[in-house]
C-alpha cells in the first residue's frame, strides 16, 4: 500500500545537499511526493553534534522550527516523530531585545502583541507560536550550527517546538513524520533572509522544482541560481498578502469561467494539495462532474481524499486522463495565465481511484484565498524573487538526474 519507511530512507541517502563552495547558491535535493508521502522535504544537519534531519520546505512560514526537546520543559511533541531537536540551555538564549526577536512581529502577524515574546517562566528565552491548517507549533527560540553543505556551517536561528499540536494527527494517514519545517516566507526571520545575511548568499531568490510520480522527489534552490532564461511567466508580487501571490485570478475549467470574481491565489509549498474557497470549490467539483458524466462513478468507500471516481475503463494509466477530465486555469492580470492540466490536480489512489487534488479551502477555514499546492506545482519551477519582488514558473521535468 503505502510506500515503506525503508524506500524513503533508500532514498533520503541520495539527498546531500549540493553546493559548490564558490557559488552564491545552496542547492538541495528534496525527498517526497505529493502521494502517498504528502510532502516534500530536505535533509539538514542541525545542532552539535551535526545530527540530519528532514524538514518540510514551506513557502508558507516564515519561520523554520525543529520538533525539539526543550531541556527544561521537555516536549508535548507530535506523534511518530522519531529523533528530537535537543538544544543546550545556551542555545536559547536569543534575547526579547535582540532586534531577531523583535522581527517576529512582523514576520509572524497572528502573535498577538499582548503575548510577551519572553514570558515570566523564561525571561531571556523568545517564545514564537506558529499557526497553520492542520496544527500548532509552538515554543522558543534557538541559535545552533546548521551545515548548508560538507564542511560549511553556519549558526542560524530557528523555533525549538517544543508544545507541538497537529490538530488532525488521523486525517491524513499517509503522511509520514517529518522533524519540522524549512521556513522559506519572505520574512525577516526566513532562512533565505538568514544567509543573505551572513552574506552566504547574495540574493534573497528561492525556487523549487517538485518532481511529479512516486518519490521522485526534486529540488530546491536558495540565493543567486542561473535559471533558464525563456520559458518563465514573470508575474509581480503582490505586497498585501503574506504568502507568495502573483494577485488575484479567475478560475476556469475547459475555457469557461467558473465563478464570477477573482481571489488571491497563493504559492504554498507547504500544502500537499490545492485548496479553492467553497464558492469556487462548489460550482467547481459541479463542473468536474458534469464533464464526466457517465465516466464518473464515485467512489464512495475510498477514504483518500473527499472525492474520488472509479477508474473509468478507457484510463490505463493518470497520463491518460486528459480525454475525460479537463484543464483548469488561473488567469491573472494582464494575460498571466496557470495552466494546471488534470494530472496536476488528480491523483490515483492505491484503490485505483481517481481522487480530486482539489480541496474545500471553507472546510480548513479558508474563505479568502486559493491556495496553490504542492500537486498543482509539480514539474514545474516556481521562483520566488524577493530581490525584484517578482514570481515566476515553468513548466519542467523536475528529475534530479540532470543535477
Ligand atoms: C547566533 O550565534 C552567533 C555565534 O554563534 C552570533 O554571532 C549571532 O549573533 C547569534 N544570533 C542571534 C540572533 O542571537
Ligand atoms: C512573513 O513575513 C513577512 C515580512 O515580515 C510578512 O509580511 C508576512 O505576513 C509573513 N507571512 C506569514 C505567513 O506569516
Ligand atoms: C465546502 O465547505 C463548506 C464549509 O464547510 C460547505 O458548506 C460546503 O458544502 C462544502 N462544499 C462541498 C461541495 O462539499
Request: proline share 8%; with cysteine.
Amino acid at each position: 500500500m503505502a510506500a515503506t519507511w525503508s524506500s524513503i530512507i533508500g532514498l533520503i541517502l541520495l539527498l546531500l545537499p549540493l553546493a559548490p563552495s564558490s557559488s552564491s547558491y545552496i542547492m538541495y535535493r528534496l525527498g517526497g511526493d505529493v502521494f502517498p508521502t504528502g510532502r516534500f522535504f530536505v535533509r539538514m544537519k542541525i545542532g552539535e553534534p551535526l545530527t540530519a534531519y528532514y524538514l518540510d520546505i514551506d513557502t508558507g512560514s516564515n519561520v523554520t522550527w525543529l520538533e525539539c526537546y526543550h531541556p527544561v520543559h521537555g516536549c508535548h511533541c507530535s506523534p511518530g516523530v522519531n529523533q528530537l531537536y535537543r538544544p543546550a540551555l545556551g542555545n536559547l538564549r536569543v534575547e526579547c531585545k535582540d532586534p531577531f526577536c523583535d522581527a517576529l512581529h512582523a514576520d509572524l502577524p497572528d502573535l498577538p502583541d499582548t503575548n510577551p515574546q519572553c514570558t515570566r517562566e523564561d525571561p531571556h528565552q523568545c517564545h514564537y507560536k506558529v499557526e497553520y491548517v492542520d496544527g500548532t507549533s509552538d515554543g522558543v527560540l534557538s541559535n545552533d550550527t546548521v551545515s548548508l553543505a560538507e564542511g560549511n556551517n553556519r549558526p542560524m536561528v530557528f523555533g525549538c517546538g517544543y508544545n507541538q499540536r497537529p490538530r488532525n494527527p488521523s486525517q491524513e494517514p499517509n503522511q509520514k513524520p517529518v522533524h519540522g519545517i524549512l521556513g522559506l516566507g519572505n520574512g525577516i526571520v526566513g532562512f533565505a533572509a538568514q544567509l543573505k545575511k551572513q552574506q552566504v548568499i547574495t540574493k534573497n531568490v528561492i525556487g523549487h522544482c517538485l518532481g511529479y510520480g512516486r518519490n521522485v522527489g526534486g529540488y530546491l534552490f536558495i540565493g543567486d541560481y542561473k535559471f533558464p532564461p525563456n520559458g518563465i511567466t514573470w508575474a509581480p508580487m503582490i505586497k498585501y498578502e503574506p504568502f507568495y501571490s502573483p494577485g488575484q485570478a479567475t478560475v476556469h475549467l475547459d475555457g469557461q469561467q467558473v465563478y464570477a470574481t477573482g481571489m488571491s491565489a497563493v504559492f504554498d509549498s507547504g500544502a500537499t494539495y490545492t485548496y479553492m474557497p467553497s464558492q469556487i470549490y462548489n460550482p467547481l467539483l459541479a463542473k468536474v462532474v458534469d464533464l464526466l458524466g457517465d465516466a464518473g462513478k464515485p467512489a464512495k468507500d475510498d477514504p483518500t481524499l473527499p472525492r474520488c471516481w472509479k477508474k473509468p475503463e478507457s484510463i490505463e494509466s493518470l497520463d491518460d486522463v486528459k480525454n475525460t477530465f479537463k484543464t483548469l486555469e488561473l488567469r491573472f492580470g494582464n494575460n498571466i495565465v496557470m495552466k494546471i492540466p488534470p494530472i496536476k490536480y488528480l491523483i490515483l489512489s492505491d484503490y485505483k481511484n481517481f481522487c480530486l487534488g482539489i480541496l474545500n479551502g471553507s472546510d480548513v477555514g479558508e474563505n479568502q484565498r486559493i491556495i496553490i499546492g504542492d500537486i498543482s506545482m509539480q514539474d514545474m519551477l516556481v521562483v520566488y524573487d524577493n530581490e525584484r519582488g517578482m514570481m515566476g514558473w515553468a513548466n519542467i521535468p523536475c528529475t534530479t538526474s540532470r543535477l
